[in-house]
């Protein structure tokens, strides 16, 4: 199970991070976001990382010039688009800063069925998107309500990879080994607060998706 954790503001959240084994960190760009970045933070917090540790832009209907300045100022790896953009504006945005992509889709459970779903994401794979992001729906918000979709609209033939996110933390992601997705992604669920994570969640979160690997190293610790 590969992990994301998302909207980091604080330095030495970054490092506890890079320190308990996350394959990625998301630095939010939507002003909106209680857990937005500046420019200035951004570029200090990326500078943090690690090779191998992907850094990933969280966007929100971000305009081509800002991404463009973006992309100039903070060394980021791939593109989250979270906001209305279609693949085509997706495809086209990305080509523009020459980066990897994925769409969040925010799945609506009185709307959505796994075809739907299934259709959404063939869309995006034809545009070039290198995964899929499956997020709880909200009339007001793009993201980061700590809310939980319906799982049974996980499509099992997905034309993508897929990446999990809404509502997760150590007490319920272990149920998501079973699920046909790629990665998990969680903001709210390690947090103290809102941008400022706590160390203990962020390592009992990390325990419980990558149980191998930690049951792997309680052994190597108890040798």
């Known amino acids: ?23 990625a960190v998301g630095l939010v760009f939507y002003p909106l976001s209680p857990r937005a970045v500046t420019l200035v933070q951004a570029q200090t917090l990326s500078a943090a990382l690690p090779a191998f540790v992907s850094v990933v832009a969280l966007v929100v209907n971000m305009p081509e010039d800002e991404l463009i300045e973006l992309a100039n100022n903070v060394p980021f790896d791939i593109i989250q688009f979270h906001g209305d953009e279609t693949p085509e504006q997706c ?10 992509w994925m769409k969040a889709l925010r799945i609506n459970a009185d709307q959505d069925t796994l075809n739907s779903v299934n ?12 995964s899929i992001l499956l997020d709880a729906y909200h ?16 499509p099992h033939n997905s ?22 997705i790629y990665g998990v992604d969680v903001s709210g669920g390690i947090e103290a607060d809102k941008g400022k994570k706590d160390a203990a969640k962020m ?8 149980r191998d690997r930690w049951q792997n190293e309680t052994v190597t610790d108890a040798l």
Do not use: E
Not at 119 to 130: E, Q, R, V
Not at 203 to 210: E, I, S
């Open 1 to 23: 199970m590969h992990v994301k954790f998302c909207g980091f503001t604080q330095l030495d959240d970054v490092n506890t991070a890079v320190q308990l084994g996350v394959d």
């Open 91 to 100: 495809q086209q945005l990305a080509s523009a800063v020459n980066k990897r």
């Open 119 to 130: 259709a959404c994401i063939d869309s995006f794979a034809a545009a070039g998107a290198s």
């Open 139 to 154: 009339q007001h918000k793009y993201g980061g309500t700590g809310a939980r979709f319906d799982w049974r609209l996980i």
């Open 159 to 180: 034309s993508l990879p897929i990446i999990l996110a809404g509502g997760l933390d150590a007490d319920n992601v272990a149920a998501t080994l079973d699920l046909p």
């Open 203 to 210: 390592r009992a979160f990390m325990k419980a998706a990558k």
